[in-house]
């Protein structure tokens, strides 16, 4: 039994384990492919955002400035490159001002430091490889660029240093929640952990869809890249972008921390999760949109392309903690054994009885083996939101199969109760005292 286990070896998961590592914890952290940094953090801008396009008062606000004020003292801990280079969003045009006045203004409430809007002559003094066409510009001298594959392997390296383990290649199928915490259905096997951090990526809605009825919907959002050679890295000092749209900030010319230069992404979303193919209308675009930030682009430099898969979450904000209604019978039993509701002292629930092994559950096997020839009436009932309610649709349709006395067969969920509201109503009438009277009246005449 793992303590904690994390499913993504991508930059989340490991700078989770790295944290988690500081704790005399078991922890251990699965991943499908053959290494780390094999998804959404091997190919992205490599930018560490100041925090002025994010919407004041959420959390991707809060996280964004609070990463960007860690990330230069974690690079020298670990020792990957970061360079706090400044970052530049242009305007074109007086009438789209008033959004980067806007956009400036949510920068100064996020609490980005530093910042000011420069008018074209200081842009160009700034950074003269900027087109003439943009009038004007927000500065953000915080934000950086980072080497991202470096990051994530250094974080997993020191996760495995302080004796986290990885295993690659393994896949997680399902996660179902058991008394001690969950279990995890892989492809190597079997494995079980007190707590589960999902950093799975385009995959998180997946797993987290497993254990809440609260839906999320990820959408793979594609972005193609052009890579520059090092011969033209000092084109440009900044990272250059474009004012941001609803899909994204734009195509972006930024130097890399290896002295090249990157231009792009695109945004396209996909319905396939793995794909992560170049388009040439994808590669076309990226190169229209570089050259209008920077003209002068050298796109006979370009060495080579890519695609990345980023997760874009349909509420548009970053999803941390447990959700609210996952399975949590642990807690639910304890509410009714371990208080006035259902404690007694020489009850084996409301003391050690769960350190005790017995044999009560083999009971349920012959029962079930041979439910469907069962001729008197039966009445199954289960709340909707316990752990077990699989057992009881299984074992009712177990019953009713091929059986010829089907009909005196009963499947009752009560709604929104969990399992102990069944035992003293959990305060809400959860007991059917009149359909209980009824089946009784009709089936025991």
């Not at 989340?12 to 005399?24: D, K, N, T």
């Not at 383990?165 to 199928?173: A, K």
């Amino acid at each position: 039994m793992y303590d904690v286990i994390i499913i993504g070896a991508g930059v989340i998961g490991s700078a989770v384990a790295r944290e988690l590592s500081r704790y005399q914890l078991h922890i251990l952290v699965v991943e499908k492919e053959e290494d780390v940094c094999c998804g959404t953090s091997k190919a992205n801008s490599g930018i560490v955002h100041s925090g002025i396009d994010c919407k004041p008062g959420t959390l991707k606000a809060h996280m964004n400035l609070l990463g960007n004020e860690k990330m230069e003292a974690l690079s020298k801990e670990l020792d990957f490159p970061f360079r706090r280079n400044g970052s530049l969003i242009l305007c074109f045009s007086e009438e789209d001002r008033p959004r980067l006045i806007k956009l400036y203004r949510q920068g100064i409430e996020n609490g980005v430091p530093d910042l000011r809007i420069l008018e074209k002559e200081d842009l160009h003094k700034l950074e003269p490889g900027v087109s003439d066409q943009a009038i004007a510009a927000v500065h953000a001298p915080s934000g950086g660029i980072v080497c991202p594959f470096g990051m994530n392997i250094a974080l997993a390296e020191n996760a495995t240093e302080n004796g986290v383990e990885f295993r690659f290649d393994t896949e997680v199928l399902t996660i179902s929640k058991i008394p001690a915490g969950y279990q995890l259905l892989t492809n190597t096997g079997e494995l079980r952990g007190r707590c589960v951090v999902n950093a799975a990526g385009v995959h998180a809605d997946k797993f987290h869809n497993m254990v809440s009825a609260r839906r999320i919907h990820i959408t793979p959002r594609l972005g193609e890249y052009c890579l520059l050679d090092k011969t033209v890295g000092g084109l440009v000092d900044k990272t250059i972008f474009q004012l941001p749209t609803s899909s994204g900030k734009g195509i972006l010319v930024t130097p890399t921390v290896h002295g090249n230069i990157l231009i792009g992404p695109t945004a396209r979303d996909s319905a396939d999760k793995e794909t992560t193919d170049t388009t040439a209308e994808g590669l076309a675009q990226v190169l229209w949109s570089a050259k209008r930030s920077v003209p002068d682009l050298p796109v006979r430099q370009i060495i080579t392309s890519f695609c990345g898969s980023r997760a874009h979450e349909a509420g548009g904000e970053f999803i941390i903690g447990e959700p609210e209604d996952a399975p949590f019978f642990v807690a639910d039993y304890h509410d009714y054994y371990k208080t006035d509701r259902g404690y007694h002292k020489r009850s084996l629930n409301s003391n050690g009885g769960w350190n005790v092994i017995g044999c009560m559950s083999f009971m349920n096997q012959p029962i079930l083996q041979y439910s469907n020839e069962i001729r008197s009436a039966a009445l199954i009932m289960h709340g909707e939101k316990a752990h077990s309610c699989y057992f009881s649709r299984d074992a009712y349709a177990a019953m009713v199969k091929d059986n010829p006395y089907a009909d005196n067969k009963e499947l009752l969920i009560i709604p929104d109760a969990v399992h102990t509201d069944l035992y003293d109503g959990g305060g809400k009438d959860a007991i059917p005292f009149d359909k209980l009277e009824q089946f009784f009246s009709e089936n025991m005449r």
